[in-house]
């Protein structure tokens, strides 16, 4: 094999992906590991440590680097706003990783790291100024400038899930994600299962768009969501903005942001779909590494 090689990690919430690639992005071998309902923080670390280092040896490849993607807000070498996730906080990953593989590491949050694979492989490749917008379990924004996601003064650059739609709404000093408990896939599935009194998810929600009780629960969340995104394309004169995560595949999604855009922004920024999508932020670990990875 020629070129140096990187390793990927993706901490997600139901499960662990691990993966390795070439420079180009081609993905050549990856493990998964099922997150357990026992283990604390540090265990899943550890499980983690332990199948990255079979990984190396079972491929004989030699990575440069590691890229490691994960939830909550990621603040220097920590996380620091993972409410979820008892004892995640608290964890030093990029100095676990680096001291358990030997390797240099870099950390951010899975919607940054897929931002950073759209801007390396995908979408956003030559993109002056982007949105990254995720819209699935959660919600989220990776912002783009001439090629680097933007992490901000605290690494919560992008954080749309709590933007407020009126002056008075409780937000996040109050325990609460405005948008995104009315945007995103869990928060969609929450009220549709409380206005139907059975239990749904959010795909199941747009095809019984024909019930008009569904129609105005998703006009409402399409609504805010627009404008939550058209405010950030009017204050970062944004050129394009990309959809990724599980419901980006909903096609109306994807006219309803445009409509909102084209109708709200001076200069509407263009919308495209992510070119990665179900492995976006294993994609997006696997461009940190690059990042990472000694010149």
């Given at each position: 094999m020629s070129g140096p090689t990187v390793l990927g990690i993706d901490f997600g919430g139901t499960k662990i992906a691990l993966a390795t690639a070439t420079a180009g992005g081609r993905l050549l071998h990856r493990r998964t590991l099922e997150t357990r309902a026992g283990d604390g923080a540090r265990a899943a670390i550890e499980r983690t440590l332990t199948a990255a280092r079979r990984l190396i040896e079972e491929t004989g490849e030699h990575p440069v680097a590691v890229g490691v993607s994960t939830f909550g807000v990621v603040q220097g070498a920590r996380v620091v706003l993972a409410p979820n996730v008892p004892g995640w906080e608290e964890q030093p990953l990029p100095h676990l990783l680096e001291e358990g593989l030997e390797m240099p590491a870099l950390l951010d949050n899975d919607v940054n790291a897929a931002a950073a694979a759209e801007v390396r492989w995908g979408r956003l490749a030559g993109v002056g100024v982007g949105l990254y917008v995720n819209v699935g379990t959660g919600l989220g924004a990776g912002i783009v400038v001439d090629g680097r996601v933007l992490r901000g003064a605290n690494g919560a650059a992008g954080e749309i899930g709590y933007s407020l739609s009126s002056p008075a709404q409780p937000g996040h000093a109050a325990g609460r994600a405005p948008l995104e408990e009315y945007a995103s896939g869990s928060g969609l599935a929450q009220r549709g299962t409380q206005l139907l009194g059975r239990n749904v998810t959010a795909a199941e929600l747009f095809a019984l768009r024909d019930d008009p009780r569904v129609a105005g629960l998703l006009d409402?969340?399409?609504?805010?969501?627009?404008?939550?995104?058209?405010?950030?394309?009017?204050?970062?004169?944004?050129?394009?903005?990309?959809?990724?995560?599980?419901?980006?595949?909903?096609?109306?999604?994807?006219?309803?942001?445009?409509?909102?855009?084209?109708?709200?922004?001076?200069?509407?920024?263009?919308?495209?779909?992510?070119?990665?999508?179900?492995?976006?932020?294993?994609?997006?670990?696997?461009?940190?590494?690059?990042d990472a990875k000694p010149p």
């Open positions: 409402e969340a399409l609504d805010k969501l627009g404008m939550a995104v058209a405010n950030l394309a009017i204050a970062l004169d944004a050129d394009r903005v990309v959809l990724g995560g599980g419901m980006a595949a909903e096609p109306s999604l994807a006219a309803r942001l445009g409509a909102s855009l084209t109708a709200a922004v001076p200069f509407p920024p263009e919308v495209e779909l992510a070119r990665f999508t179900g492995d976006a932020s294993l994609m997006g670990a696997l461009a940190l590494a690059l």
